[in-house]
């Protein structure tokens, strides 16, 4: 599967985003979906997955209550809806499909497939 994220840009500390993650390929309606976040000089780090279903969704502590995934199997296309954004929210966010089909996509799971990332810049 091809996966493009999109909808990153700048925005102020308390400023809603809402990205993109359009797929291609691979019969989306099978794969668990994940994004992940990589701030300037950290390493990269699970932020919400979605499983293949969409049913059960998974988000790391530091986004739980603000961030919010979801998934359109009509367009192939994983969202990830980001409200009340932080400073520290600041990082290039990629999407990824879990790597098994019919997988969870928990922060547990093997991710392949990594699309091309999207810059989110908060201000403070």
């Known amino acids: 599967v091809q996966l493009q994220a999109s909808g990153g840009g700048l925005v102020q500390a308390g400023d809603s985003l809402r990205l993109s993650c359009a797929a291609s390929?691979?019969?989306?309606?099978?794969?668990?979906l994940g994004w992940f976040r990589q701030p300037p000089g950290k390493d990269r780090e699970f932020v919400a997955g979605i499983n293949w279903i969409g049913r059960t969704t998974y988000y790391a502590d530091s986004v739980k209550g603000r961030f919010t995934i979801s998934r359109d199997s009509a367009k192939n296309t994983v969202y990830l809806q980001m409200t009340s954004l932080k400073s520290e929210d600041t990082a290039d966010y990629y999407c990824?499909?879990?790597?098994?089909?019919?997988?969870?996509?928990?922060?547990?799971?093997?991710?392949?497939?990594w699309g091309q990332g999207t810059l989110v810049t908060v201000s403070s």
């Open positions: 990824a499909a879990d790597r098994q089909e019919f997988g969870s996509a928990s922060r547990w799971s093997t991710f392949d497939s």
């Open positions: 390929g691979r019969t989306f309606s099978r794969l668990g």
